[in-house]
């Protein structure tokens, strides 16, 4: 770490001065912060940020980023502590868990002798991969270079929506290269590939990627997608040809099979086949050798589909056709200030803006689209639709997390990506066949990640928010279906390992559609579920002062001495004590339940107070993981706003750092990030569906909304500092407010929210 912060000083000097008007948004993102997936630095094994470091675009398909480690819990395929480098992939997913996916299109230079795999870092096997001058090492808002060591290789990436250039600077040699591990996929490997040389610069193909060999939750995530790809070559292959590994019949090729030695070994024998048109199998590469002289630079550009070969190619034409490496850079962080600019924050130190917009950065690269240019997508029952332009088809929905800050978020800066993603999971829903949403999709795959029916919650907020541009009786129909699928509905409550969890998720995602059906003039249906919204109550044992799992002939299972702090206790990745807050629809019954409002205060108080200063993994108020991130806003609800401030500024000081280990949980595509964004600038939702933001103490002396409809909304923070953050007063548009409450209406309708601060 003191490493990395040393290596960042540059950086910092650049972002001293936040009076320097000459300094962009985009200047001033670190995508190197969260780029941890290390277990001891977390000391929990969820890990870190698990964010990747590499060049892309807001919400693009494409991710083209260094890999320092493949196998194990390392979604990214990089993590700042690793000090080789095996190649550098086109597609990678932000922030989670579950082995990950994707990772695809791996790309590596080279010179010597030629090696068939990427071998280790501790040297148990040899193979291509390099050190890399770490001191060099340079990320920025779509752009990432590195120096690769042992080959005297300058590596440089940049991304557009659907494709990439790698810019490689060679050294003088006879015979440089550039090797394409079509097989590279996070946790697992491609199950079969073909690739074809067009001419002598040119090369195409597709990557099927399958449940059977990892993937999404080593294959439990149920992942089905295949990659299709144009690549073009700068300079003509002196020589080329592929490298192909014999894979028996029945050998298992999930995560941990591919990433061991034996698997290695078997890769190691492929046979090499020069000058060959085409190939294709079960473990396929390409590789292109070029006479090079000091200096000299060789680009490697390519587009991508999920559709098929036609498609890459019209992705590519639109993307990179007459586009240099240079062109290409400066487009993307030109993408990224428009982004980026639509909330501008003034105030604040340099290292809170730069975490700031960090956080901004990666709110804004899920839910990626899934469409080509031409708007043909792959759909729920894997075959190509066409949206017509009636919206842009988008994937990695992680329902779970992203339903509580990041997809509210966007309703204020980008509701046309919620309207999006609904259309998404609906059509998605339809095509099927299944007829309910998915809770966590990833390429059109039901993977059944988490509890919870969250595509309801982004329904319910959507509507009651106005946003639209979706079949809202279909959307409803399939929010109905969900819960009937997955709910409290059979017994009134959810029995079992996760009965609190799931319990308290289901009552306020059926709750939701509660919200849906008043829109839609259906009381009676309207009452049903906001009935079943009341199912929380069905697991709060009154003895014990808490809620309980209870089993499926409705007694209550066994309580233990530390019931309330054991993880896993009745609940999924927290502590009874964490989950059990969690009822933002009723607040108040929630506040009845536990004795009033003064005994909840106190308990919530303890809670705060018993956490560890760092925020990292524990029992209890744990903001490394979501169940928790409504609970800060509570206090707002109980007659405690300024413990609402206090603690909220808390987090965004001790919770975010601009460093690798900066994110203290799982980035989670979008949503730790997102939490930071809405509390930093002082307003952040309690319950989405319900269209009223909490105010909060922000960071900044005045943060700035761009809004879609055109008007600015913004909030300005008097007297605002380190010490002064207590709300003395709010004031919106001139008149005084009751209440820390603002509704989203008057935050899109534009104007001033105006806060005096004090100590």
Not at 34 to 45: E, H, M, Q, R
Not at 484 to 505: D, M, V
Not at 526 to 555: H, M, T, V
Not at 633 to 653: E, I
Request: proline share 4%.
């Amino acid at each position: 770490m003191k490493r990395y912060i040393l290596n960042l000083a540059a950086f910092l000097a650049l972002a001293s001065c936040s009076e320097n008007k000459s300094l962009t948004p985009a200047d001033l993102v670190n995508p190197m912060i969260g780029a941890s997936t290390s277990k001891d630095a977390a000391g929990i094994y969820h890990g870190l940020g698990k964010t990747f470091p590499g060049a892309t675009v807001p919400f693009g398909m494409v991710q083209l980023s260094p890999n320092t480690v493949t196998g194990g819990d390392n979604a990214p395929c990089y993590s700042d502590e690793y000090r080789t480098i095996e190649g550098f992939s086109f597609m990678h997913m932000n922030g989670v868990g579950w082995y990950g996916d994707l990772a695809n299109f791996q790309v590596m230079p080279s010179t010597g002798e030629m090696k068939l795999i990427a071998g280790r870092e501790d040297g148990s096997i040899g193979g291509w991969r390099s050190a890399y001058d770490k001191a060099g090492e340079v990320a920025k808002a779509g752009y990432y270079s590195v120096r690769l060591t042992d080959y005297g290789i300058t590596a440089e990436c940049t991304a557009a929506p659907h494709s990439g250039i790698l810019r490689f600077t060679f050294p003088e040699d006879k015979a440089s290269r550039i090797q394409v591990d079509l097989t590279h996929r996070a946790g697992g490997t491609a199950e079969y590939e073909s690739v074809s040389v067009i001419d002598d610069h040119t090369i195409e193909g597709w990557m099927r990627f399958t449940p059977e060999t990892g993937g999404w939750g080593d294959g439990y995530g149920h992942a089905s997608y295949t990659v299709y790809f144009h690549a073009e070559f700068s300079k003509p292959f002196a020589r080329r040809g592929f490298w192909m590994a014999d894979i028996p019949d029945g050998q298992s090729r999930h995560n941990s099979d591919v990433s061991s030695l034996e698997y290695m070994h078997l890769i190691e024998a492929s046979k090499v086949v020069d000058d060959a048109s085409e190939a294709e199998g079960r473990h396929v590469g390409f590789f292109a050798e070029f006479p090079t002289v000091e200096g000299e630079q060789i680009e490697l550009k390519a587009g991508f589909a999920y559709t098929d070969i036609e498609g890459a190619r019209r992705n590519y034409a639109a993307e990179m056709t007459g586009r240099d490496f240079d062109r290409v850079r400066a487009d993307a962080y030109d993408s990224w200030n428009r982004e980026l600019g639509k909330i501008a924050v003034e105030g604040g130190t340099e290292e809170e803006q730069i975490v700031f917009y960090t956080a901004l950065y990666h709110t804004l690269i899920d839910p990626r689209i899934h469409a080509d240019v031409d708007g043909r997508y792959v759909g729920g029952d894997f075959q190509i639709h066409d949206s017509q332009g009636g919206f842009t088809k988008r994937t990695i929905f992680s329902g779970w997390d992203t339903f509580r800050s990041q997809m509210p978020l966007q309703t204020i800066i980008n509701p046309d990506v919620v309207s999006d993603m609904i259309n998404s999971l609906s059509t998605m829903a339809e095509q099927s066949g299944r007829g309910y949403f998915e809770r966590w999709e990833f390429m059109n795959a039901y993977t059944g990640c988490m509890i919870g029916n969250p595509a309801n919650s982004v329904l319910a907020d959507a509507v009651t928010k106005g946003i639209g541009g979706f079949d809202l009786e279909k959307a409803y129909e399939y929010a109905k279906n969900s819960s009937a699928l997955t709910g409290n509905q059979a017994l009134g409550y959810t029995p079992g390992r996760t009965s609190i969890s799931s319990t308290l998720e289901y009552a306020y995602h059926d709750w939701c559609i509660s919200q849906v059906a008043l829109s839609l003039g259906k009381t009676e249906e309207a009452e049903k579920y906001a009935a079943l919204g009341q199912a929380y109550r069905e697991i709060f044992d009154a003895e014990k002062g808490w809620f309980r799992p209870r089993n499926a002939d409705g007694s209550w299972a066994e309580w233990p001495e530390n019931a309330r702090t054991l993880e896993g206790y009745g609940c999924v990745e927290s502590t009874p004590y964490q989950q059990g807050w969690f009822v933002p629809h009723d607040i108040d019954g929630l506040v009845e339940l536990l004795g009033g409002a003064d005994a909840a205060v106190a308990d919530l108080e303890n809670f705060f107070e018993k956490a560890p200063a760092d925020m990292h993994w524990n029992e209890y108020y744990n903001h490394a993981n979501e169940p928790v991130h409504l609970i800060p806003f509570m206090f707002n609800r109980m007659g405690r706003p300024d413990l609402t401030q206090k603690w909220t500024r808390f987090l965004c000081r001790n919770a975010y750092k601009n460093a690798v280990a900066g994110i203290v949980g799982n980035e989670d595509c979008g949503q730790m990030s997102a939490w930071y964004v809405l509390a930093a600038s002082g307003i952040h939702q309690a319950c989405p569906g319900d269209p009223v933001f909490e105010i909060t103490s922000p960071v900044f002396n005045k943060v700035s909304f761009s809004l879609p409809n055109g008007k600015t909304f913004r909030v300005v923070a008097e007297g605002n500092s380190a010490e002064n953050i207590y709300i003395k007063e709010a004031r919106l548009n001139g008149k005084p407010l009751e209440g820390m409450q603002i509704s989203y209406q008057e935050i899109m309708s534009g104007g001033e929210l105006r806060l005096e601060m004090g100590k």
